[in-house]
């Protein structure tokens, strides 16, 4: 079984609907991340959280909003889809180390916004 | 966060090897060098990392100039598998990631 999985893997919806993606890891790590990818682009950091009851803005995070349930789980929630939010969106864990960052992502989620 | 720059694109030959080089002339003294890659239709994935001496791993080998100032990341034979796009990023201890557009590596069979 994968350690960081994605749901939904593919999402079409419209203008204006509430989305929410979810992320879920087996690794016991305490450190959760949401990224956006577009084409051609690297990634783009959307809100990360060190622990449960941490949540931190990104580079991107307008438009977006997310929710720590528990340490494995970590979701992102746009309120109001707009065509300019499609993109891949992955989701990445780490665990705390005094020094370098290892981050394991997720397969992807593909979200296209009509 | 201090800024790094790679080729857009590369080419390599099957079974040799592949040096690809990151600038990173701002970088500060508590900064590490990590190289993450990503597969087609995959997430990143971890490559290597290292503060200031070479560092080798059964994926590849980190070269870090003695000033810090750029590095090489080396795959010591490549395959076709290793098509990818190569990441060089720094982070200052355990911050998060952030990507750049990374190089675009080919491996021609």
């Known amino acids: 079984d994968a350690d960081v999985t994605q749901t939904p893997r593919n999402r079409i919806t419209k203008t204006g609907k509430r989305i929410m993606l979810e992320c879920s890891q087996t690794?016991?790590?305490?450190?959760m991340y949401w990224y956006r990818q577009d084409p051609g682009l690297g990634l783009r950091l959307i809100y990360y959280?060190?622990?449960?009851?941490?949540?931190n803005k990104g580079e991107i995070s307008d438009g977006y909003s997310v929710s720590r349930q528990a340490q494995a789980k970590f979701s992102l929630s746009l309120e109001s889809a707009i065509p300019n939010q499609t993109a891949l969106y992955f989701c990445?864990?780490?665990?705390?180390?005094?020094?370098?960052?290892?981050?394991?992502f997720g397969p992807g989620t593909r979200l296209t916004v009509l | 966060d201090a800024k790094t720059t790679q080729p857009n694109s590369m080419e390599s030959n099957e079974e040799e090897p592949v040096h690809l080089p990151c600038n990173h002339s701002?970088?500060?003294?508590?900064?590490?060098i990590h190289w993450y890659r990503q597969l087609p239709s995959q997430g990143p994935e971890y490559v290597i990392h290292g503060l200031t001496s070479n560092v080798n791993n059964r994926m590849a080998s980190l070269a870090i100039a003695e000033d810090r100032k750029s590095s090489t990341l080396i795959l010591h034979r490549a395959t076709l598998r290793d098509a990818a796009v190569y990441y060089c990023?720094?982070?200052?201890?355990?911050?998060?990631?952030?990507f750049g557009k990374g190089t675009r590596l080919s491996v021609i069979a």
């Open positions: 690794k016991g790590h305490d450190r």
């Open positions: 990445a864990t780490s665990a705390w180390t005094s020094s370098y960052n290892e981050q394991f």
């Open positions: 959280s060190f622990d449960v009851k941490d949540i």
């Open positions: 990023i720094l982070t200052a201890g355990n911050t998060p990631l952030v």
């Open positions: 701002t970088i500060s003294g508590t900064d590490y």
